[in-house]
């Protein structure tokens, strides 16, 4: 398999899950800015959609959407229990999350990173983006991880989205039960591994 990422963007929650599940796999640097390969190839033409991240199967085969990405991989590897089983009561709660995390949380935060958004909609944006992860704080009272004490291919996405708050100036520092969460994941090896492989730790 094949994970095309840019560093610290939401590819980085699929490239943790790839490391928690111990599949074989390598990555694909896509420039988010200038939508290139390293060897000039234009992204374009491997995801029309120009994001990433996007997963190539061995088959050749292309999956798009985080989401949907990090369920096929949990599905390869039941055994590690990164997500419940399909048809059951906590799969269809792990998909609330990676739904809410998509729709509330990154593209909240995916709009303060357009230069062209202006300066009192950026304002708008993280007074909302806010008040979502304080809805998020409450869910992780007495919580190690959003499922409870396992955890799942949820966790990375949000370790990620929320992991942008000092870069769009959202204030999350008074969310005490996301600050553990975050600290929690950034212990993981997995998530140590693929940070490291992208360049965001020494």
């Known amino acids: 398999m094949k994970l095309y990422f840019s560093p610290g963007a939401c590819s980085l929650a699929p490239h943790i899950v790839l490391e928690e ?3 074989a796999y390598d990555t694909v640097l896509a420039s988010t800015k200038t939508h290139q390969l390293a060897d000039g190839t234009d992204y374009y033409t491997i995801n029309p ?4 991240p996007l997963l190539e199967l061995d088959s050749g085969e292309r999956l798009t959407e985080g989401p949907a990405i990090v369920q096929y991989i949990a599905d390869q590897v039941p055994a590690k229990q990164l997500a419940p089983a399909n048809g059951t009561m906590p799969r269809y ?3 609330e999350w990676l739904n809410f995390i998509t729709s509330e949380l990154h593209k909240g935060f995916g709009a ?3 230069p062209a958004m202006p300066e009192d909609g950026k304002a708008v944006m993280r007074a909302r983006v806010l008040s979502r992860l304080t ?5 992780l009272e007495g919580k190690q991880y959003l499922m409870g004490d396992a955890f799942s291919i949820a966790d990375p996405y949000l370790f990620t989205v929320a992991g942008w708050g000092p870069r769009t100036g959202v204030d999350v520092s008074g969310l005490k039960n996301l600050g ?8 993981r090896p997995a998530v140590q591994a693929a940070m490291k492989a992208e360049g965001l730790l020494k």
């Open 21 to 23: 599940s111990g599949l």
């Open 93 to 95: 709660r792990v998909q």
């Open 135 to 139: 809805w998020v704080e409450a869910q």
């Open 112 to 114: 303060m990173f357009n």
């Open 180 to 187: 553990a969460f975050q600290a929690r994941m950034a212990a």
């Open 49 to 52: 959609k120009g994001q990433v």
